[in-house]
């Protein structure tokens, strides 16, 4: 485990040497392993909460879709075409600060059905939620929830004022406790320094996450970080390879922005140490074709084994 002397030392370091480093050690942690997976926004907008980047807040005018939680049909087709494209995890998200009781029973429902007949690994991202809620969607075979801190404890209330950061951090401790695997990160580019970014990985190492996601934020008109600058490709890569050098034997996933924010330079993200993608889109923002995303998994794993 690095030190945060040792981390901010690392930060300073050429880029190059740093994405080497990165490299060396997701080779030899994780060996040419890549996971993808997929997401499907099963009930979208009219989202209590203030996230400052979030199209889904009933507090911005933003376009969003709204609607409550689609049916089993859909959700299976779309588990199908997930595991068709080759993810093997496959993640339903909902809007709102929670569910209420009521929801939890008809999600546990589509999540049995996925189980039985899709035979995908399910996962799942419905907000704060309690041991008995998650118990019941365990009990349903989810295997995996996901529920994002976003950045650092300090940065925090400066994009989300209507939860705590404690809030989330208790959510993944209730969900590990329940013998569930917890997928943890957050987002990048919100106006958050280096060291921020640095202390959401060191919380997400103590939480002792499964698996981190870094999303890069996509500017949406009508939240108020619209106008946020852009974070440079460098920056990005830098906050890729620090993560991975704090956890080498998790997956590192690229999500939410890596193709507006990479553009060019995506395949770059897989030499700075990262090595699990979200493919097929997003909740609200559309991804690329997944023939091109496949494409440069299958180049990236055959020039990690020369």
């Keep these: ?5 040792k981390i901010r030392d690392l930060l300073k370091m050429p880029l190059s040497e740093l994405m080497a480093l990165a490299l ?13 997976c997929t997401i499907m926004n099963v009930k979208s907008g009219r989202c209590s909460e203030d996230c400052a980047f979030c199209a889904q807040s009933t507090r911005y005018r933003t376009g969003c879709p709204v609607f409550s939680i689609k049916s089993t049909d859909e959700i299976l087709k779309a588990a199908t075409k997930a595991r068709d ?51 019941t969607l365990k009990s349903a075979g989810l295997s995996r929830y996901h529920h994002n801190i976003e950045t650092s404890e300090a940065f925090f209330p400066k994009v989300i004022s209507t939860h705590s950061f404690k809030d989330r951090v208790s959510t993944i401790q209730k969900a590990k406790n329940m013998g569930l695997d917890v997928c943890a990160g957050g987002i990048i580019g919100i106006g958050e ?3 921020d970014r640095v202390s959401m990985a060191l919380t997400l190492s103590s939480l002792e996450v499964d698996s981190i996601p870094l999303n890069i934020l996509i500017p949406i008109k009508g939240t108020p970080l619209a106008s946020q600058a852009p974070m440079t490709v460098e ?23 890596r ?26 923002v559309s991804g690329r074709p997944v023939d091109v995303d496949l494409r440069l998994v299958g180049e990236v794993k055959r020039l990690w084994r020369r």
Excluded: H, N
């Excluded at 997701?26 to 392993?33: A, I, N």
């Excluded at 546990?108 to 995908?120: H, K, M, N, S, Y």
């Excluded at 996962?123 to 809620?133: M, Q, V, W, Y």
């Excluded at 920056?235 to 034997?249: G, H, N, V, Y």
């Design 85 to 135: 494209a080759g993810a093997a995890r496959f993640s339903l998200v909902t809007s709102g600060r929670s569910l209420c009781v009521s929801e939890v029973d008809e999600l546990a429902l589509r999540i049995e059905q996925i189980r039985t007949r899709v035979g995908i690994s399910v996962c799942a991202s419905f907000g704060i939620l309690d041991s008995t809620a998650l118990g």
């Design 1 to 5: 485990m690095y030190s945060i002397d």
């Design 193 to 195: 320094s280096a060291e």
């Design 24 to 36: 060396d050690a997701k080779l030899r942690g994780r060996g040419d392993r890549f996971s993808l």
């Design 259 to 284: 193709e507006s924010a990479l553009m060019d330079f995506q395949g770059l993200a897989f030499w700075a140490g990262a090595d699990a993608m979200l493919i097929c889109g997003y909740l609200t």
């Design 235 to 257: 920056e990005i890569l830098r906050s890729i390879a620090i993560f991975r050098l704090i956890f080498p034997d998790k997956a590192i996933r690229i999500a939410g922005g």
